[in-house]
């Protein structure tokens, strides 16, 4: 069975420009979560899709945004970026939001801002 | 909002001792999860945790969600040095804020000397 699966591995972009992450739940997955990894900050929820809608969104600016397909993929985007958007960005799925689904997670993607 | 605070944050142990780690968080979970993230890769999921009391086992490794639903610990046993990582809390759920989205612990990275 295949894992969640996060394109690309590694991407460098320099601050204002804008990136676009993608995400591959698990088959048969329907709850999409991202989230940010870094040294300083650990791991930090940025939001939650469920059967295309946004459920839960994190602290997060609003330059941080996603959407969730009708085959479950996501996608995360981030707009005009700084140098602290510097982070390992993961992708969950799980089965649905109810107790006992728990996440699985992809490799995620290492973004790098110059 | 809720907060989780791991402990150790790092352990340095020889090749078949015993490893613990635990989580303590200002307010309640529904669910602890333990993840375990090797360099350049995504958390991999251990243990799952439903229940206030639940002890539950995945070959070496041993969990228990707390009675009060405050903390959980992650025994380790006659540890490898395959072991080596960082491992993750996560609670799921609460009364502080969304019942979906997963607040985790800042880590513990353990080393294994053969």
């Known amino acids: 069975k295949a894992g969640v699966t996060q394109t690309p591995r590694y991407l460098i972009k320099t601050r204002g420009q804008q990136v676009t992450l993608s995400c591959s739940p698990i088959?048969?997955?329907?709850?999409v979560s991202w989230y940010q990894q870094t040294p300083g900050q650990g791991l930090q929820f940025l939001f939650e899709?469920?059967?295309?809608?946004?459920?839960n969104k994190g602290n997060f600016p609003g330059r941080f945004s996603g959407r969730q397909f009708s085959n479950s993929r996501s996608e995360m985007n981030v707009s005009t970026l700084e140098l602290g958007d510097s982070a390992l960005y993961l992708c969950?799925?799980?089965?649905?939001?109810?107790?006992?689904?728990?996440?699985?997670f992809g490799d995620g993607t290492r973004l790098s801002i110059l | 909002g809720q907060q989780l605070n791991q402990s150790p944050q790092s352990m340095f142990i020889q090749e078949g001792e015993d490893v613990s780690m635990n989580c303590t968080s200002s307010?309640?979970?529904?669910?602890w999860l333990w993840y375990k993230q090797d360099p350049g890769e995504g958390p991999v999921l251990l243990i799952a945790?439903?229940?206030?009391?639940e002890l539950t086992s995945n070959g070496r490794l041993t969990a228990q969600f707390g009675i009060t639903r405050k903390d959980s610990f992650l025994n380790i046993s006659a540890s490898i040095p395959s072991d080596v990582g960082i491992y993750f809390c996560?609670?799921?759920?609460?009364?502080?804020?969304?019942?979906?989205?997963?607040?985790f612990g800042k880590g513990t990275l353990l080393t294994v000397n053969p």
């Open positions: 969950a799925s799980s089965l649905g939001q109810g107790i006992g689904q728990p996440q699985h």
């Open positions: 088959s048969g997955h329907r709850s």
């Open positions: 899709y469920f059967s295309e809608t946004q459920r």
């Open positions: 307010s309640i979970f529904n669910t």
């Open positions: 945790l439903y229940k206030a009391g």
């Open positions: 996560a609670g799921h759920g609460g009364s502080g804020g969304s019942n979906y989205k997963l607040t």
